[in-house]
């Protein structure tokens, strides 16, 4: 009877020790999955997750002439590609990337003005794939060009540019069939690393940015043949 114990109690051990190593395993394994390679990766407008999560929205506060300010800029649409070569990947590098309006021109608001354009100029946004599945993966703004940046302008006026950074607070599940990613999204971005050119131009919201947050902005990410665009399937896992 003592030995079957023993035998029954190591055998529990094992079993744990097997589970805890396998836990491990899969959270050290998270990644993006096509069902093709090479694969091409394309953001759409999560259009399920309704409209106040399937808009992006990005929230800068500071100062301006002395007093708190505040300025929320909504887009409807995130979009960009990627391409890999292999069927899993730890980092997708969108580029060619744009926010649009719902009439699919490159314009957000600010309030209710719909006077906002966004440049990203030579940059674009590499998500890499490790915490995706509790919403802590990372993603890292990166320019081809020196001094380039992400630039906000409101009216004709260049008022902000967003400088190179890496922030977490992204992530990442599998839904419908054929299968696709929802990225979701809630960043906040280093202040010091949001520039205000338009500091001191009363069209600009605020001369000293102290606070950015990207809010939302969940964005759909579906997958093609690169060549071909024959639809596959992404998911994360």
């Not at 314009?107 to 966004?118: L, N």
Request: with cysteine; glycine share 8%.
């Amino acid at each position: 009877m003592i030995r079957n114990l023993k035998v029954l109690i190591a055998a529990a051990m094992a079993l744990a020790a097997f589970g805890a190593l396998s836990a491990t395993a899969h959270a050290a394994e998270e990644k993006f999955h096509c069902s093709v390679e090479p694969c091409r990766a394309t953001l759409a407008p999560d259009e399920a997750a309704g409209t106040t999560t399937a808009h992006h929205v990005f929230v800068l506060k500071g100062h301006k002439n002395g007093q708190e300010a505040s300025a929320s800029f909504t887009c409807n649409q995130l979009t960009g590609e990627a391409t890999t070569n292999t069927k899993t990947a730890t980092e997708l590098t969108f580029t060619n990337l744009a926010y649009k309006n719902s009439a699919g021109e490159v314009k957000c608001k600010i309030g209710a003005s719909e006077t906002m354009t966004i440049n990203f100029t030579s940059c674009g946004y590499k998500f890499t794939s490790a915490g995706g599945s509790t919403s802590t993966a990372q993603i890292h703004l990166i320019c081809t060009t020196a001094g380039d940046g992400i630039d906000i302008s409101i009216a004709g006026v260049l008022c902000y540019k967003i400088t190179p950074f890496t922030a977490s607070g992204i992530g990442y599940h599998t839904v419908n069939l054929p299968r696709v990613v929802t990225a979701t999204a809630n960043v906040t971005v280093p202040a010091a690393l949001v520039d205000v050119p338009g500091a001191g131009n009363p069209v600009c919201p605020e001369d000293v940015v102290t606070s950015a947050v990207y809010t939302t902005g969940n964005t759909l990410v579906k997958a093609e043949s690169d060549p071909g665009g024959v639809a596959a399937e992404a998911w994360f896992e």
